[in-house]
């Protein structure tokens, strides 16, 4: 199971972590990702981190998300700076059986977390 926190309202150029904790999942042994879904859109990825720990972050965001966990929380993390309005989205966690991250496409994850709503305003 996969649970989001730390969605909300933020200004234009505040910063956000959210949060993403597991339970049930063999920690070590899974690819964590993050996607974002904006109204009437399909869901985009955002980033992901393998089983060790090497995170990636598509380029569209890259220089301002990142990604990491802690494998104490058994959580994942996604740390957005400089937000800016089109940010604005529901966020989502989520997790496939493999050490290694292949690639950021909604259908190769299994596990969801329910999404958390993140809303930027100017």
């Known amino acids: 199971q996969l649970m989001e926190s730390g969605g909300g309202s933020v200004l234009a150029g505040g910063p956000l972590r959210l949060s993403c904790l597991a339970s049930?999942?063999?920690?070590?042994?899974?690819?964590m990702a993050w996607f974002r879904q904006f109204p009437g859109k399909e869901r985009e990825g955002i980033g992901h981190?393998?089983?060790?720990?090497?995170?990636t972050s598509a380029d569209s965001v890259k220089d301002r998300f990142t990604i990491s966990k802690d494998n104490v929380a058994n959580t994942v993390y996604l740390q957005m700076n400089n937000l800016k309005p089109e940010d604005t989205a529901v966020y989502f966690c989520?997790?496939?059986?493999?050490?290694?991250?292949?690639?950021?496409?909604?259908?190769?994850?299994?596990?969801w977390g329910p999404g958390t709503q993140v809303t930027v305003s100017s």
């Open positions: 989520a997790a496939v059986l493999r050490y290694w991250c292949t690639d950021l496409h909604a259908t190769t994850y299994t596990f």
């Open positions: 049930g999942l063999v920690w070590n042994t899974y690819c």
């Open positions: 981190v393998d089983s060790v720990g090497v995170a």
